[in-house]
């Protein structure tokens, strides 16, 4: 499905396969660089290598194009309006998956000033999950959230996956990457290593 | 048309003034006396060379030497425009932007003015065309300078959700519209406040110094409306050409912001 090969920016050198439906677990301190591989892969920052999706070489698609369908969840989401709901392309589409967040269908109207860290998180991951991506690359996409918070996410994600969603999970938690994940990498001076 | 003239002689009580406010700085102790009186002797200087050249060039009427000044004239208004942002593009780019988005504004509406309405002959004779560039540059980079300043700034404030929309499959225009639509705002605010306040807080200087001369105030007023027109639409060309440039170069072709393309004072 989603192939990265000798995928590098600044320190970091990466190569693997992600199968559909599969989760693959990155885990490492931080400042190892597992942002800056989730952000290259996404096309997000100037970076070298070869990533296809579905033997599609990325480059031959238009970047927007490749991140509606390669899409990276930042651990911190940016808000551009002041409306929570005026954040979101599709606000009625999020409704379902905002109020199993455990967040109330009204919040549409809430001011993102006011919103706490958890709540950003869970409404920049409802965000992205609107796109049906084929895959996504979550950067701690729990950290800020409580275990009950957390394992509805863990179980909104393995629900996506079992559709064929691809899934690309950084996490501090080694707990949570046995967890989520069916194959686990550990960074370490910007390399990723496959672990058995 | 009659106008008093002036002896440099009688410019001494004026510039007692200049002295009186250094003074002022001294007694307080706002230690503003020696950039005040080097702002002073550096405008004197300047004004007194200016007249020299420009005496030169209308003596003259070489389309050469005209196009040398109005060069000189644009690249001194780039180097002012950089100098007034906090964050700028990298080398080459902040000083060419600048450059090239004045060039295009000014050079196209001072051209259009001496073509259609002023029409001299030469149609680029200096005492009309170097007067005209010098007046619609000088509010075009304040146009571009603060338009170029929001948009940097901006864009480092709000790189997150900036990232946030092109995460999400936004093509760099629409990811960038707010910062872009506010450095437009920001750009075109002087000329507008400036247009809505001429003739009733201000009288505009050009047209004080026509009525100085002599000119009728009727036909002084005409000549500021054209010079506003003028510099209204220069701005604006300016500012629209700079702001886009400037997305462009913080972008890159695969819809990346690049803020490694801008640097701090």
Redo the contacts between chains.
């Keep these: 499905m989603l192939s990265v090969h000798s995928l590098s920016r600044l320190h970091v050198v990466a190569s693997f396969e992600l199968r559909a439906g599969e989760c693959i677990a990155i885990q490492g301190p931080s400042g190892v660089g597992k942002s800056l591989l989730l952000r290259a892969i996404a096309d997000l920052d100037p970076n070298e290598g070869t990533v296809k999706l579905d033997g599609i070489l990325r480059e031959s698609m238009p970047a927007p194009l490749w991140r509606r369908q390669v899409t990276y969840v930042a651990a911190e989401p940016g808000w551009w309006a002041d409306a929570v709901e005026q954040n979101f392309a599709r606000w009625d589409e999020a409704i379902p998956l905002i109020e199993e967040l455990n967040l109330p269908p009204t919040c549409g109207a809430w001011n993102v000033r006011r919103l706490s860290t958890g709540e950003k998180q869970r409404l920049g991951l409802a965000r992205a999950l609107t796109l049906d991506s084929r895959v996504l690359l979550l950067d701690e996409p729990t950290s800020a959230l409580d275990p009950n918070a957390t394992a509805v996410v863990e179980a909104i994600i393995a629900r996506r996956r079992s559709t064929g969603t691809g899934v690309i999970w950084s996490t501090h938690d080694g707990l949570q990457a046995r967890r989520v994940a069916s194959r686990l990498f550990i960074m370490s001076g910007g390399r990723i290593e496959e672990s058995t | 048309m009659t106008y008093i003239r002036l002896d440099y002689s009688d410019l001494v009580l004026p510039a007692l003034l200049v002295v009186m406010n250094g003074a002022c700085s001294l007694a307080l102790q706002l230690g503003l006396e020696r950039r005040l009186a080097i702002a002073a002797l550096r405008m004197s200087v300047q004004l007194v060379l200016v007249g020299y050249v420009l005496t030169f060039l209308f003596a003259i009427v070489s389309p050469f030497w005209t196009a040398v000044a109005a060069i000189a004239m644009v690249l001194f208004a780039a180097r002012e425009i950089v100098a007034r942002q906090k964050r700028r593009l990298q080398a080459i780019w902040s000083y060419g932007l600048g450059a090239g988005a004045m060039l295009v504004a000014a050079g196209t509406v001072t051209t259009l003015a001496l073509l259609t309405q002023l029409r001299p002959d030469p149609w680029y004779h200096p005492r009309y065309s170097l007067p005209l560039l010098g007046m619609i540059l000088g509010n075009t980079m304040t146009g571009i300078s603060l338009g170029l300043d929001v948009l940097m700034t901006g864009l480092v404030r ?14 760099r225009h629409h990811a960038l519209l ?1 910062v872009t639509r506010d450095a437009l705002r920001n750009g075109f605010m002087p000329i507008i406040n400036s247009m809505a306040a001429t003739g009733i807080v201000s009288l505009p200087g050009m047209m004080t110094g026509q009525i100085l001369a002599g000119v009728e105030p009727v036909d002084a007023v005409k000549y500021q409306l054209l010079i506003m027109f003028l510099i209204a639409g220069g701005t604006g060309l300016g500012t629209l050409a700079a702001v886009i440039g400037g997305v462009y170069r913080v972008t ?1 072709h ?5 803020l490694d393309r801008i640097t701090s004072e």
């Design positions: 709000d790189r997150a959700a900036v990232e946030a929309r092109l995460a999400l499959g936004e093509t707010p890159d695969r819809h990346r912001l690049r």
